[in-house]
């Protein structure tokens, strides 16, 4: 079995010294790579000083050239938000618009940095919003250059207008366990075809 | 008191036969709109064929005209969709599509049919959904015409990837309900503001 | 080289009678997917009578059972679809409402029956739209079982508040012809790697 | 005439020192509604060191104190953004955030300190995503206390996949500039009738 690893993005306001929702739910993706022998590691965006933009590089003391590398090392990489007014958080945002800047590394025959490589999402919020947080994050990945299996999403929510938070349930929700194992055994399998068979030239 | 009426259509897959979450969610927003001396009626979409397009009349028996006088004479306009994979249903966006016709229905001053009339929105589901839907509706009836205070939206889903459905809770949400009393409020206010104001000229 | 099949779902409001330009790109979709030893069919969706609802069957007269079985039998089925207002067209939103019902249809080790296919997207309006349609479809098409690559979307837009049509075109801009050659490119390759490993067991 | 005051949040990338479309249109905004009597400052977020969160204040040199208070005190708020990857920037996240926040600064009779003030939306970009980008705006604007008018939007994009910016231009399109009238004539009637009429108590 190929041995593969995978990289969680984790995109929460807050930086390490906060407790995160999101964070737990990467970490417990992590956790079912683990199992597909797939070894990962966690970067909280915020702790981090990255800045605004669409290059590879700002410059500046920008901290995402050293992400960036994590990212182009990984076989999976995971963008796990929190939602915002139904919506991913800026971080997120701020992630995903310094990924855009792959659609510009290509090699010779056109195809991007990001080929070959498989993307998953985790979202957490205390209500409503996975299904929209997914469909952008979905397409921004896609547009990049990752591939996504079917199910590459869990995630976790409350009744409407609520203010639980996933890290303070008495247990993960048998549902969102179950979506996790899903993710896990879906990316591993596409990655590992990948890894073996990469993506024609352009 | 200026007396107003508003107009529900209810964008259930179902036709009436069928209990609909979102047909209660919308009778319970006329409800409270009555309160505030609004008279209201509300079509289930479903039960009428209702044409696909983009033009106020598709002819062969389309039942739109029929429904767009309703939807002219009213002051509100609410609109009450049920969420389908974190989604408007395909009648909502049929509904929207046709009220598109209006950009093109202008006075000899340039204002759409539609100006001076509040939009409001009530989104129903098991789970996750409320705040992309509302999105989607509320840029949607921005484009073609209507106004929107402030709350104009009120919601029900549940826990993620849970299958209770809003007509068989035990009793109403407090949240939504009191939501919905906002929607009601803020709705009739802004349309006796409209009905005494028309916008300028274009 | 596995010979393969492709569908393309044709989302447009109207029926063939009327020339459409998501037919027009479907069909440019296809001649790529022919170039990779993929032999492909269209169906304009308004030419039949699909029922709204969220099952495989709807009865009385229900034309999707027959279009589910062609989705069952290709190895890549394309999504197709107008802008209306910046979104997908409600026939398209009809379309990924019955594929929903795909997520209770799994075999005795948990996979949907959509498993190992390839989506793919094709988006086309007068101005503006592309990319939310395209999110949303891909999250769709994810939740119900479909795998996506990278840049599995072509499209064609014009400039802000124009109305040309794409079939009226003097000549397909090359930027969408280049981009609907690595689509074909992309799913064709993803495809076969899924034909010969299976996702694992649930 | 009640005389005005606006605030246009301009929510580019890129500092003050780069030139910007976004801060160009929302310029062209406040030119329309100083033909109003709308009296408007524009400043560009991205200059002033906003964190990351969802209250008034996250203290630590956060500059969204300062930036609040001149929301507070405007009528009419613009959000003015970039389009990246067919959606909102970071930046524009960032602002929603915050403004997120006034859902729990709500005076006696549970009405938020935005309730009575006009949003308006400028949104720019190379190509695509303007009615999508509307869509979150609106959504999120409507959460957190604001009135839109119809049609409260202007916009441009080019057409798909082309890279040609606002800025560079010869001309301003005539639709564009249109819409930019009818933005500032619909906002300001609107902004009018609230500051004599607020909404009654929750």
Known sequence: MTS?????????????ETPSSSELLARQVLDELAEH?????AIRVA???VAFGVSTDEGHGDAWPTI???VLAADIVVIATPIWMGQPSSVCKMVLERLDAEIGETDEQGRMSTYGKVGAIAVVGNEDGAHHVTAQVAQALTDVGFTLPPNAVTYWVGEAMHGTDYRDLAETPEKT??????LAANTTHLARLLRDAEYPPA
Chains 1, 2, 3, 4 share one sequence.
């Open 4 to 16: 593969l690893t995978a990289l969680a993005l984790v995109c929460s306001l807050k930086k390490s």
């Open 37 to 41: 022998g797939c070894a990962g590691d």
């Open 47 to 49: 702790d981090h000083p």
């Open 68 to 70: 960036r590398e994590k």
């Open 177 to 182: 366990a179950g979506t996790t194992r899903t």
